[in-house]
């Protein structure tokens, strides 16, 4: 899942195609309005408009999309996948091509949608209306809370064996886990400055055990460590099912650089490029360690451990103590460097979209350092309450693996609508492409709209329920919404059939009745 620069931007080279910006409401008054930020980690302002710093070239970019899709979940991921068996392996491959082709699929949105930030958001608005783009945003921000929540729930794992707690209770999990909420809400409210180069160092932290791994970690693999092909206990499909989740989620973050887009030199060219180079990278360097961790740690002992890297980091090192205390040390630090910059993300789109009259006013709320501190307080509410709703049934890599999966459903919405955007474009009368290159874009988006299906299919039946139930919740918000704009002209009211002219067409009505004989 992505990082602390998460959301920025990426697109690739391809077809000229039409240029159209999403119709934006007035700028909302001064009190509302975000101070320019300085250069640095970007911010999601609706417009490109905004003075938003230094430009991001492709090197940049690429760099931003890996850091923003290696979260600190990947420290669990291996111990959830080993639960499907060695095929989870297989699987991390079929998500990892999916994702490229979602990274295509923003590339050729943000041709038609560029230097606008959003990203998910502004496609459906610009395709479908303004319903279509509140409920991504809707959608988007649900992901965004409930994926912060599952970023606790793994670095809490790591924190317990780095202090050497041992069968925790719940209570002492959600208190770890508020801690990991609230510390990186704090430090944003604060608008400490002295926080960037630290965010920098959990980035690079963050890569070190994984790199090292997935080079070093196959000269100590043994081949008995491996699991069975499919160890979920049922077909072969549960199996597929039980990674399927946790990989998607490890590549949340695919989308960052077009949700930014605004900021990015030359969008349409660098966008797509961004998202498809960062994401393959991502895919090679999951599969390595995954694979490498499986081949490290004892099967039995995989699938019960939620902090494998320890495990694995002994095993490396002839059991050694010291080598387990420092990667969970790294873990720890690194998870608070992302919970850093996701709690600023998760404040990110509503405020984008509250600017442009797509959620509620409070949202587009900021204090004098620029910080949308209402989107960052409610956002880390709804998350501690999340938490403790997770913490009250169930423990450890459980409670993971469920906000893992509430979390890809709430995503694959709104990448469904992305394809579904492009794909509407590309059947009308507006598409500037012809012949092979509108076959490969139909391709590439009906094969992205089947993998948001396919993916909300396998994450099971709960949490599609508890989606859906979150996305209805939504709806009587949007009707006040709408309201309100109408109130303010900003969209014409629809005309009641009560309120309709009456007037008659004599002449239509005189052809209809016969004539006297």
Known sequence: MVDVTRCESSNLEGEDTMTSTVQRPPIPPADQQRPTPPPGPPTGGSSSGDARGEELGLGSSTALVVGSIIGTGVFTMPAVMAGAGTSSIITLGVIALGAVLLGQLFGQ???????????????????????AGFLTAWCYWITCWAGNAAIVSSWVLYVESLFGIENPSAWTNLGIALAGLWIPAAVNLAGVKQMAWLQNVTVVLKFVPLVFVGIVGWFFVTADNFGPFNASGGSLYDGIGIAAGVALFSFIGVECASIAAGRVKNPRRNVGRASVLGTAASGLLYIAVTAVIMGLVPHDELVNDGAPFVAGFKAMFDGAGWAGKAVALIAVVSGLGALNGWTLVTAEMPFAAARDGMFPRAFAKVDAKGTPWFGVIVSTIVASVLMAWSYSGETGLKVFTYLVYLSVVTVAIPYFF???????????????????????????SVASMLFALWVTMASGYQSVYQTMLLVLVGVPIYAFLKARRERDGLVPEPVDQDDAPTAIDLATVGALVPEAD
Request: proline share 2%; hydrophobic share 40%.
């Open 418 to 444: 992305s394809a579904c955007a492009q794909l509407s474009y590309l059947v009308s009368r507006r598409r500037k492409v012809e012949g092979w290159r509108l076959a490969r874009d139909i391709a590439i």
């Open 109 to 131: 949105l943000t041709k038609r949608v560029p230097n606008v930030d959003g990203g998910l958001y502004a496609y459906s608005r610009h395709e479908f209306g303004d319903f």
